[in-house]
């Protein structure tokens, strides 16, 4: 009964580059939330998905970040042309049903932009 | 106004004392509160949730909740080296599906 599931769990990029990191949420869980941490900082929420929805994107960047949790497949976390500012832990959260009180977070992507 | 405050330094404590930390909130509106322990490098682990006022014990964690004054608290008793961590309050957002995190109290227990 594997967790939450994220790969990779280390990433180095180049500043411009594209980042894409995966979550496999928990088997049967079908509601996602991404979440990144800054250094010395708590999590900041970035988004909620469901399967083929985008339900709360309210603490994503208007430029650069997207999000999206496909009918098959892992949801993906894109950024676009990183900067230096990107470089944070990145943790996913899934859930089985609408109710973030029992998300399982998963082990984190930590992308370092150099 | 941040949504979740953690207002104090890194805690230490010696072994088999209580650690003591406390949280404040913004969202009046807010029914669930928890607590994460986050060890370096690792992800956030869920130790405690609390909904309603008053204390909730779990083995050597009690969490209080006081809603009128907007604060969380988590006492961790018979502190042991393993529960150094950095411990992060976190609190559901009225009408949303999301987490708001304290930036976290670091915890050293010193043996």
């Known amino acids: 009964n594997a967790g939450v599931m994220q790969n990779p769990r280390h990433l180095v990029r180049r500043r411009g580059q594209e980042a894409r990191l995966r979550c496999s949420p928990m088997k049967g869980h079908s509601h996602v939330y991404w979440y990144r941490q800054l250094p010395e900082e708590g999590l900041k929420f970035m988004v909620y998905?469901?399967?083929?929805?985008?339900?709360?994107e309210s603490g994503m960047p208007k430029e650069r970040f997207s999000a999206e949790f496909p009918k098959e497949g892992p949801s993906i976390l894109r950024i676009q042309q990183v900067v230096r500012g990107d470089s944070a832990a990145y943790f996913c959260?899934?859930?089985?049903?609408?109710?973030?009180?029992?998300?399982?977070f998963g082990q984190g992507t930590r992308l370092t932009v150099v | 106004q941040k949504e979740v405050e953690q207002n104090s330094g890194p805690l230490s404590v010696p072994e088999g004392a209580i650690a003591s930390l406390n949280c404040t909130y913004s969202?009046?509106?807010?029914?669930?509160f928890f607590w994460y322990r986050q060890y370096s490098g690792k992800s956030p682990e869920l130790i405690m949730f609390i909904y309603s006022n008053g204390d909730k014990e779990d083995g050597r964690f009690t969490a209080q909740l006081n809603k009128a004054s907007q604060y969380v608290s988590l006492l961790i008793r018979d502190s042991q080296p393993s529960d150094s961590a950095t411990y992060l309050c976190?609190?559901?957002?009225?009408?949303?599906?999301?987490?708001?995190f304290g930036k976290g109290n670091q915890v050293v227990v010193i043996p």
């Open positions: 998905l469901q399967k083929e929805n985008i339900i709360d």
């Open positions: 959260a899934s859930s089985l049903s609408a109710g973030v009180d029992e998300a399982f």
């Open positions: 976190a609190v559901r957002v009225s009408g949303n599906n999301r987490l708001a």
């Open positions: 969202d009046r509106g807010s029914q669930s």
